[in-house]
């Protein structure tokens, strides 16, 4: 850990910064930007920023309210949108739609923090790999006398065996720790053990991984696609946008609620899906179990009510017979409306359905329709009320009303970065768990012989100064104790 | 066997209430010893490392342990009830979830106690456990069935309950880091030395930490599969990366200088208002978790 390679004197964990030559002497005007940029990227105070700034920036967006997606693009919907939060922000409200802090999460700071911290974390990591390399795989075995003194944690024995068998019992011991032992024997033994050597790379691993979410994000961003709203009647088979080749038909939708409290429990959407024609799947969509078919995912998301009608030109050529979902409400009543397209007319139908016992407009059983001109201007061609099963011209089109039915509103997504997204959080998880769990303990030691044929053994320790480290390093050595029979030098 | 959890949670809250009021009476006493000992003799500074320095604390602190634990056994019981009850983990409403919070840090804090025995933690753990007793008393707490997006038992149980785990650890933190901040370098009042409050505050993190971590992964997890997409800058989302954050940041300001002291324990009280926030914020911003169970 970087504090015990900071404050400790063991040989071996050379500090990659201080070995870095301090700039050749010919480092020009560019090579001093590089190392300044360099330098202020692995700065463990500039990830403190970093860190802060970003959290500073999600408490923002955690308070203030956030702007449904699309929105912001659409200059009509952001002016009603704005229009709306206005009354809450009041004088703030500019100043915050000027700050993007109504879409925090795509504004340019956000971003900015963002690419810093994947530049920062991308250097940090390059910076500590061959350091933590080094320690995990050719550490110093022989430390030099004078470590046993200073070390954190250090102890001294004499025992009456030769240097040979306290070494074999000095392993054992360790062993027993799950602990590696690396001898070099040049009269005297020096010995290094440690546990959990893998651990550091946790970091290096959970750290990178931070790196791979954030491109599967983009990644899903940048090729994926989210239809969030799409509605279909049952009965309906509707082509799915974005997909080629694919449509999909629902046979029923069915909610149920608790008989006793009227809360929903269950949402079930069956559907079939085609490809090109062919059934390939069939699969009643829940809250908790979508469709998943070649990369594309339907979840259960929504429904409503649908009316069922078709419509003939004057001639009598169809122009539409099936569900029309009543997806959208209408701004003046409680009425829910859906849109048909009526091709070769140049026009549109909007049609409403009754808003309750109520409405005196638009009875039970009946259905308000309203044809425009799809001409952009959408002038109002003609508006009426139509009777169930009776056949009605509006417009010139003549639209007979079957009966109520049943939408069910799906989100339909795809999203190529998802598996970099789960396995950069699989790498985060288990990273973080590998470094902060395992922690590297490291121990030397020194057997010399003494002339009385018994040996000295040294051991010192740089773990972390903690009760934890400590608690471990006194436990290590009474077991040593007792199995070398030594009495304390010191 | 609804009763039967509603029987051993008052039992439990009661137990709490007597385990604050005993773990106060301890630190009272500790603390006057302490203060006597400090304005007395030369020695100024105590050298003491466990804070029971009074007649009856030790005493005290003894019985405080008895009877916090009885309120974690109880609490459990009371939990297993209403799992059984209810057929889903404890965890599905603001009741459930205030209670499962409370054992939490129950759990977390006695674990904290074995290990460094350090009891003046639970003058602060404690009552935050008592208050959210409390404020689940507020709470109807009646079984009402589960709304469709929390009908994914496996998911809910580990997502939530992973949570406490992390929450109950940051609370001990917090703990800590209150007790570091009211000493002075030295130490003052036979309070447990900075050194220790520094060590325990850092073992809660790093416990906590990769907790958070997975709670969060697996909230993105399930939001995946029951809204279709894993992550939307829900509130309730953004403030739980929020914390992360802080708890992140807490952990690299521990290898800096002149962030290692004071300012790292500021770090955790700010991520343990953090937490609180993501666990109340709800109340507040309402959001995909908004269904969590309150009159709406
Ligand atoms: C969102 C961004 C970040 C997160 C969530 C994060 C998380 C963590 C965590 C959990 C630890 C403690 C465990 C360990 O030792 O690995 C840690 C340590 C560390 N981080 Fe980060 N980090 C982030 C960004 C950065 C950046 C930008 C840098 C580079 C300046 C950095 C450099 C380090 C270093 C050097 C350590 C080791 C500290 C030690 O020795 O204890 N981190 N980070």
């Known amino acids: 850990m970087a504090q015990t390679l900071q404050t400790s004197s063991a040989p071996g964990d050379a500090r990659i910064t201080g070995a870095i030559p301090a700039g050749a002497a010919s480092a020009g005007l560019l090579d001093g930007i590089l190392d300044g940029l360099w330098h202020g990227l692995t700065s463990m105070r500039f990830a403190i920023a970093l860190t802060l700034i970003a959290a500073a920036l999600s408490f923002v967006g955690a308070l203030v309210m956030q702007a449904p997606a699309g929105v912001l693009a659409d200059a009509n919907a952001k002016a009603a949108w704005i229009a709306q939060v206005r009354p809450k922000y009041g004088a703030f409200t500019d100043v915050f739609d000027a700050l993007q802090v109504f879409n925090i999460f795509n504004s340019l700071w956000f971003r900015l923090v963002g690419g810093l911290l994947v530049a920062s974390i991308t250097a940090c990591t390059a910076h500590r790999t061959p350091a933590v390399w080094r320690t995990a795989t050719k550490p110093t075995v022989d430390v030099g006398e004078a470590f046993f003194e200073h070390a954190p944690q250090h102890e001294a024995m004499v025992v009456h065996r030769s240097a040979d068998e306290a070494l074999a019992a000095v392993r054992t011991v360790l062993g027993k720790r799950r602990f590696r032992t690396l001898v070099h024997n040049d009269g005297t033994m020096h010995l290094y053990a440690d546990r959990n050597r893998w651990g550091p790379f946790g970091s290096l691993v959970g750290h990178l991984a931070f790196v791979v979410i954030l491109a599967g994000a983009m990644i899903g961003g940048a090729l994926g696609f989210q239809n969030p709203d799409f509605t279909i009647a049952e009965g309906s088979t509707l082509t799915v946008p974005s997909a080629t080749g694919l449509s999909i038909r629902l046979d029923a939708f069915r909610d149920s609620y608790d008989p006793a409290t009227g809360m929903p429990l269950d949402y079930a959407s069956q559907v079939v899906l085609f490809e090109d024609g062919t059934e390939v799947a069939r699969h009643t969509i829940r809250v908790n179990d979508p469709l998943r078919y070649d990369g594309i995912s339907f979840f259960q998301s929504f429904f409503g009510p649908a009316v069922i009608l078709s419509a003939t030109a004057d001639g009598g050529s169809p122009l539409f017979s099936g569900g029309v979902p009543l997806a959208w409400s209408a701004d003046d009543s409680d009425r829910a409306i859906g849109t048909l397209d009526l091709p070769g007319t140049g026009k549109v139908a909007w049609v409403a359905g009754t808003s309750g016992g109520n409405d005196t407009v638009v009875r039970p059983g009946q259905l308000l329709v309203e044809i425009y001109q799809a001409d952009g201007a959408g002038t109002l061609v003609e508006r009426k009320t139509i009777d169930q099963g009776v056949a009605t011209t509006v417009g010139g089109v003549t639209f007979t009303f079957q009966r109520e039915e049943k939408f069910t509103g799906l989100a339909i997504s795809r999203d190529p970065g998802a598996p970099l997204i789960w396995l950069g959080s699989l790498l985060l998880f288990g990273g973080f768990v590998l470094v902060l769990m395992f922690p590297h303990r490291r121990l030397w030691g020194r057997i010399a012989p003494r002339p009385d044929g018994g040996a000295t053994l040294l051991v010192g320790s740089i773990g972390r100064k903690d009760t934890t480290a400590g608690i471990e390093f006194t436990e290590l050595v009474n077991d040593l104790r007792a199995v070398l029979h030594a009495p304390a030098r010191t | ?296």
């Open chain 2, 1 to 296: 066997m609804f009763k039967m959890s509603e029987y051993t949670f008052v039992a439990a809250a009661l137990c709490l209430g007597l385990a604050s009021l005993i773990y106060l009476a301890y630190a009272v006493s500790g603390l006057r010893a302490g203060m006597l000992r400090t304005a007395g003799g030369p020695g100024g500074a105590s050298s003491t490392v466990t804070f029971a320095s009074g007649p009856y604390t030790s005493e005290l602190g003894r019985y405080g342990t008895i009877i916090g634990w009885l309120a974690m056994v109880t609490l459990t019981v009371s939990l297993i009830f209403r799992t059984i009850a209810t057929g889903h983990g404890p965890f599905a409403n603001m009741y459930e979830f205030s209670i499962a919070f409370a054992w939490g840090i129950l759990v977390a804090y006695y674990w904290f106690e074995r290990r460094y025995s350090q009891r003046i933690l639970a003058v602060v753990a404690m009552p935050v456990a008592l208050g959210l007793m409390l404020y689940a008393v507020t709470i109807p707490s009646t079984i009402e069935p589960l709304v469709p997006a929390l009908q994914n038992n496996l998911l809910l149980t580990i997502h939530v309950a992973v949570a406490i785990v992390a929450y109950g650890s940051f609370t001990v933190g917090f703990g800590a880091a209150l007790l570091y901040l009211v000493q002075p370098e030295q130490g003052r009042w036979g309070l447990p030395k900075p050194k220790i409050l520094e060590e325990i505050g850092y073992r809660a993190i790093v416990v906590g930490f990769p907790f958070l971590t997975l709670t969060v992964i697996l909230g993105a997890v399930w939001a995946e599969v029951a809204w279709g997409k894993y992550w939307s800058w829900d509130p309730k989302e953004t403030a739980s990366l929020l914390t992360w954050l802080i708890y992140a940041t807490y952990l690299h300001a521990r290898v800096v200088r002149g962030w290692r002291a004071k300012r790292a324990a500021w770090l955790l009280m700010l991520g343990f208002a953090a937490t609180l926030f993501t666990y109340f914020g709800n109340l507040y911003f309402g959001g995909l978790h908004s269904y969590a169970g309150l009159a709406q």
